[in-house]
């Protein structure tokens, strides 16, 4: 069992920065796959970034490549998302997920998920 909390949301302009944590309790949180998902208004969730388990491989979709970065901190069982450059467009709620080993953007292929975090742009 994995728990996942997200924090670091909030109300940014366009071109501001910010970063989302994800906190995770349960010893195997290093044995799984994080991704980040967010969901806008009345918009399906869609998959945004993962890392490996080792950390060793990332994947960003394409429409935020160069702007946001994944990371993980094993030592204090945590997953960041930088997101850097923001656009109005970024406006969701955040989550982060835990997931089979590999990298998928499926949102099936994750199993335990966090709350959300909302962030909105203004422009």
């Known amino acids: 069992q994995v728990q996942l909390l997200e924090s670091g949301g909030g109300l940014v302009q366009a071109g501001g920065s910010l970063r989302l944590s994800c906190a995770a309790s349960g010893r195997t949180f290093n044995t799984y796959t994080i991704a980040w998902f967010r969901q806008g208004p009345g918009k399906e969730r869609e998959f945004v970034a993962a890392?490996?388990?080792?950390?060793?491989?990332?994947y960003h979709a394409d429409f935020v490549k160069g702007r946001f970065t994944i990371s993980r901190d094993f030592a204090k069982n945590m997953a960041y998302l930088q997101m850097n450059s923001l656009k109005p467009e970024d406006t969701a709620v955040y989550y982060c997920?835990?997931?089979?080993?590999?990298?998928?953007?499926?949102?099936?292929?994750?199993?335990?998920w966090g709350q959300g975090t909302q962030v909105t742009v203004s422009s």
């Open positions: 890392i490996t388990m080792s950390g060793g491989e990332t």
């Open positions: 997920a835990a997931g089979d080993s590999g990298i998928y953007t499926n949102r099936n292929y994750y199993h335990y």
